[in-house]
């Protein structure tokens, strides 16, 4: 006998959808957009405003905080729970931050929109660029395409030759 399947169990094969991309990248632009502020603000209401520039707006409530990022024509609001399984950005972690923080020298954040995409590109540099990983694939792939079906690829044939020496 055959179960019919339902929408509920269907929702739950299928976690990947748009809405959840949306909200995971809307996640990691929220956290570093925090990551960036939090070493150049000395208070929470410096924090705010701040925040606003970057198209973010932090909304304190008693215990919960709530950002909102705003970015082509969308919006996008989560709470503090969702943000950072490392850090609970609640307005306890604020108050402490902020209480325990030393007061720094505002560093100018005249152009804070351009030192952001700074910071962005000085963290991603690191990263391997889609290009990079496009020529390594076929580099990979022109080789295997040549063989047969029961024929073993040697790929790590240097590092194998190096290691037996």
């Known amino acids: 006998m055959t179960k019919p399947i339902r929408g509920r169990q269907l929702s739950k094969r299928d976690?990947?959808?748009?809405?959840?991309?949306?909200?995971?990248?809307?996640?990691?632009?929220?956290?570093?957009?925090?990551?960036?502020l939090?070493?150049?603000?000395?208070?929470?209401?410096?924090?705010i405003t701040k925040a606003k520039e970057l198209n973010l707006t932090i909304d304190l409530k008693q215990k919960n905080v709530t950002f909102i990022l705003k970015e082509n024509n969308q919006k996008i609001s989560l709470g503090h729970q969702k943000i950072s399984d490392k850090k609970l950005y609640d307005v306890k972690f604020f108050q402490d931050y902020f209480k325990n923080k030393e007061v720094i020298a505002s560093e100018g954040l005249e152009n804070l929109q351009e030192q952001y995409h700074a910071f962005q590109e000085e963290r991603d540099k690191d990263k391997i660029s889609t290009e990079e990983i496009e020529e390594a694939f076929k580099t990979f792939k022109k080789p295997l395409r040549h063989l047969r079906k029961n024929e073993i690829p040697f790929v790590n044939l240097k590092w194998n030759l190096q290691r037996t020496k």
């Open 15 to 36: 976690l990947y959808d748009e809405e959840f991309f949306r909200t995971h990248f809307a996640k990691q632009e929220i956290e570093s957009r925090l990551e960036f």
């Open 38 to 47: 939090l070493n150049r603000v000395n208070s929470l209401e410096e924090l």
